[in-house]
């Protein structure tokens, strides 16, 4: 669908917001609650970031764990370490001690920051000169934790290159999506990619003014969307859901142009509600290790008339073919694992660049899907049983194992149920014991001490019996949802 580039020349963010302070130094680059920043100063924030970091011990490709909620101070110090040389390693705020230990220790972090060190180390450093020690092309530049099939969490090695070609292929769509005319609405964390390369290196590659939410509320996210007159926003399919049901989702999204949903597909009802409000709500899809949009629904034809449950078609610069088992590509209308080339990909998995393009430069990722008559992608299903909720990955697996390790467990099964909120739900299904009683509450909360949040069980069933096929595998499409928001 296009032919194979790498781009080594395209600059970076932290030298993306260099640029725009330069050029438009009085324009609005941050708005976090209260607090505004031109692009003037957020460049000085962002230089006194890297020379913080710098005066901290670290060298050059040094590992910086960034475990901050989303705002201004995760920004400076995200640029800041790509601007000191740094290698920067988001790690989302609402992981457990367990999950943060192992990131850290995993990525050999030379410096750990949470909210408050983070705060106090920014407070400490006087302004200094820009060291203008960005890493570029192949170097990395970021290492995002997302998790493998075996429930262990791998980084994925962004570079400076993968970075930056996903922002000039989202640029490269005609007509633009975003542009310096663009309020650009955020109400996602910056530790993931969509947030943190979709939204925030977008904003500094068009030059829009970018809005930020650390946490989701209907009511207050509409109502900053209102004040702020945003015209563009990215969300997750639960965000919208709670849009459209609440009272003041018109007046939130009366200036809005550009609506843009990633990880699961929109449901029909949430598509059809917004656009009776006069609202064009497309659909994205994207990996952390393509840096990450790979498709979107707004190409072409289907700009102004999305079909609902399509992904679209890839993006200027990015090639996707659909393959079967035997890695030949498929007939039109039949499903394939979707296969990815373009310069937006990773480098690999941390630390020795494993598993990643193959030597003619695809990747392939876990997901099938149908190509339409229409030229329109279409996800079907995954290769795998990855859970996706509110745009996080979730494996089975790494539940699975928490679960069974707790007393009184015999064995455990996790899957993957319809969500209305958050497109998809994490349940569990438990058998005790014999002689042993199971509270599904201690389950929980035992869970919950290893666990991120919406790592979780919505519910825990607790059961006689697995079912599994003659060679001893349990069954997960026989497992049933029971009640709750989470049903089949």
């Known amino acids: 669908m296009s032919r194979h580039e790498r781009s080594e020349t395209s600059p970076g963010p932290s030298q993306l917001l260099r640029d725009g302070a330069a050029a438009r130094p009085s324009a609005t680059a941050?708005?976090?609650?209260?607090?505004r920043l031109s692009l003037a100063e957020l460049d000085r924030l962002v230089t006194r970031a890297a020379c913080a970091l710098l005066g901290a011990g670290l060298r050059p490709g040094d590992r910086v764990g960034l475990n901050l909620p989303t705002g201004?101070?995760?920004v400076a110090l995200y640029l800041g370490a790509l601007r000191a040389g740094l290698v920067a390693v988001p790690i989302n705020p609402t992981y457990a001690r367990p999950e943060v230990d192992h990131l850290v220790h995993d990525s050999g972090c030379g410096l750990h920051l949470d909210r408050a060190s983070a705060a106090e180390l920014l407070a400490g450093t006087p302004a200094g000169n820009d060291p203008q020690g960005e890493r570029e092309g192949e170097a990395l530049a970021v290492l995002l934790y997302t998790s493998g099939t075996s429930g262990r969490t791998k980084g994925a090695m962004l570079s400076t290159r993968a970075l930056a070609a996903n922002l000039e292929q989202i640029v490269a769509v005609d007509p633009p999506l975003i542009t310096d005319a663009d309020v650009l609405f955020l109400p996602l964390p910056l530790t993931h990619v969509f947030g943190l390369n979709a939204g925030l290196g977008v904003a500094l590659r068009t030059g829009a003014t970018l809005v930020l939410a650390d946490r989701f509320d209907p009511t207050a996210t509409l109502a900053t969307m209102a004040a702020e007159r945003v015209t563009a926003v990215l969300g997750v399919p639960g965000q919208f859901a709670a849009w459209l049901a609440h009272p003041a989702m018109r007046d939130g999204f009366a200036s809005v142009r550009f609506a843009m949903s990633g990880s699961t597909t929109l449901g029909r009802g949430v598509v059809d509600g917004f656009a009776e409000a006069g609202v064009v709500v497309h659909d994205g899809y994207g990996l952390t290790e393509a840096a990450p949009v790979v498709t979107i629904n707004a190409l072409g034809e289907q700009r102004d008339h999305p079909a609902p449950g399509s992904i679209g078609r890839p993006l200027p610069g990015v090639e996707v073919q659909l393959r079967d088992a035997d890695g030949a590509e498929v007939e039109d209308g039949d499903p394939g694992r979707i296969f990815v080339r373009g310069a937006n990909l990773f480098s690999g998995y941390w630390p020795d660049g494993a598993d990643g393009p193959d030597p003619d430069g695809w990747f392939g990722t876990?997901?099938?899907a149908v190509l339409g008559?229409?030229?329109?992608?279409?996800?079907?299903?995954?290769s795998t049983d990855l859970v996706i909720v509110n745009g996080f990955n979730v494996y089975p697996a790494e539940v699975e194992s928490v679960l069974a390790a707790q007393p009184g467990v015999a064995e455990v099964a996790v899957a993957g149920v319809r969500h209305e909120r958050t497109g998809e739900a994490v349940q569990a299904w438990?058998?005790?014991?014999?002689g042993t009683r199971l509270d599904p509450d201690e389950l929980l909360a035992a869970a919950g001490r290893a666990l991120a949040r919406f790592k979780l069980p919505e519910r825990i069933n607790v059961v006689d019996t697995l079912p599994?096929?003659?060679?001893?595998?349990i069954m997960k499409w026989q497992l049933e949802p029971r009640d709750g928001d989470g049903g089949a």
């Not at 941050?30 to 607090?35: A, E, I, Q, Y």
């Not at 008559?373 to 995954?382: F, H, K, P, T």
């Not at 438990?430 to 014999?434: D, H, Y």
């Open 373 to 382: 008559d229409d030229g329109e992608l279409r996800l079907v299903g995954r």
């Open 468 to 473: 599994h096929t003659v060679t001893g595998k």
């Open 366 to 368: 876990g997901d099938i």
């Open 72 to 74: 201004i101070d995760f």
């Open 430 to 434: 438990v058998v005790p014991a014999a």
């Open 30 to 35: 941050l708005v976090d609650g209260d607090r």
